[in-house]
């Protein structure tokens, strides 16, 4: 896994037994993987060739299972999933995502207007949540924003280990 971005520390750091790289110096889309999960094919391809056409290194699949699979073997920054989906849905994908990988941004995506499953996902650890349609703008937002939360508990953890190291 490595995560890279400016204002990101420098320096390697152990998180869930596997070796974390964290580097400087590269514009913060340009360091951004993003994993868009979303069962309608069309809607993915399209956002998918959105994210990318503004530096966005973004991957897509069509079902929770399968983003399980992507960020086991893959490092992924953010991951943007649709709430209902057939098979695995949204929610229980989040549920599995913060198990094994829990500093993995996800924000949820709903086509449907509903506070309850909005509330849910936050409550399960999601970073943020956008209903459908979204406006790909403050998608990018949202992701540059669930980076830097993700950079930052990089430095803490990193911080927290030089202090072990020094005592």
Known sequence: ?????AGAATGK???????????????IMESLKALFVDDEIEYLQTAIKRLRKRGID???VSGGAEALAVLASQ????????VRMPGMDGIEALREIKRRHPL??????????????????MEMGAFDYLMKPIDIDELIYKMQ???????????K???????????
């Open 13 to 27: 750091l152990l998180t869930n037994g596997r070796a974390v790289v964290v580097q400087t110096g590269r514009p």
């Open 58 to 60: 973004a991957t897509g």
């Open 75 to 82: 490092s992924v920054d953010v991951v943007v999933m649709d």
């Open 157 to 167: 953890i990193q911080r927290k280990e030089d202090k072990g190291d020094g005592a």
């Open 1 to 5: 896994m490595v995560c890279t971005g």
């Open 145 to 155: 924003d669930a980076l830097q939360k993700r950079q930052l508990h990089f430095q």
């Open 104 to 121: 993995v941004e996800v924000i949820m995506l709903t086509g449907h207007a509903s506070m309850e499953v909005a509330i849910q996902g």
